[in-house]
C-alpha cells in the first residue's frame, strides 16, 4: 500500500520554526517529484513548495520565499520543510504530495498533477 505520512505539526508563536516531514512507506520517493501544500480553513489549497525527483530544483510560493527550505533525503525515503520566521497566516493543515510524471529536474506546485497525498498534519501559529 502507498502512503505518504505528514509529521512534525504544531503550535507555535510567530517567528518560531517547524520542520515537517514527509515519509513514504511502500514505495520509493527518489522517483517522485514532491510538493508540500497547505489548506486554511475557508480558504482554497495553496502550492507552498516542491522539489524535483533529483533534489536539482525547487519551487517555492511567494508567500514564504525566504523563509521556507524543502530538501529531501533519499536514503530515508523522506522529504522535509522547514519553515522559519513563521508568520499567523502560515496557520493551516499542511500536506505532501507525490509526482512520478515529472521531468527529473523539474517541479510544479499545480495540484493536478500530484498522484499521492498524504493525510496532512497542523500547522498553528499563535501567540
Known amino acids: 500500500q502507498l502512503q505518504l505520512v505528514e509529521s512534525g505539526g504544531g503550535l507555535v508563536q510567530p517567528g518560531g520554526s517547524l520542520r515537517l516531514s514527509c515519509a513514504a512507506s511502500?514505495?520509493?520517493?527518489?522517483?517522485?517529484?514532491i510538493g508540500w501544500f497547505r489548506q486554511a480553513p475557508g480558504k482554497e489549497r495553496e502550492g507552498v513548495s516542491c522539489?524535483?525527483?533529483?533534489?536539482?530544483?525547487?519551487v517555492y510560493a511567494d508567500s514564504v520565499k525566504g523563509r521556507f527550505t524543502i530538501s529531501r533525503d533519499n536514503a530515508k525515503n523522506t522529504v522535509y520543510l522547514q519553515m522559519n520566521s513563521l508568520k499567523p497566516e502560515d496557520t493551516a493543515v499542511y500536506y505532501c504530495?507525490?509526482?512520478?510524471?515529472?521531468?527529473?529536474?523539474?517541479?510544479?506546485?499545480?495540484?493536478?498533477?500530484?498522484?499521492?497525498w498524504g493525510q496532512g498534519t497542523q500547522v498553528t501559529v499563535s501567540s
Open positions: 504530495a507525490a509526482a512520478r510524471t515529472l521531468a527529473t529536474g523539474y517541479c510544479t506546485v499545480v495540484a493536478g498533477v500530484y498522484s499521492y
Open positions: 522539489i524535483s525527483i533529483n533534489g536539482g530544483s525547487t
Open positions: 511502500g514505495f520509493t520517493l527518489d522517483v517522485y517529484a
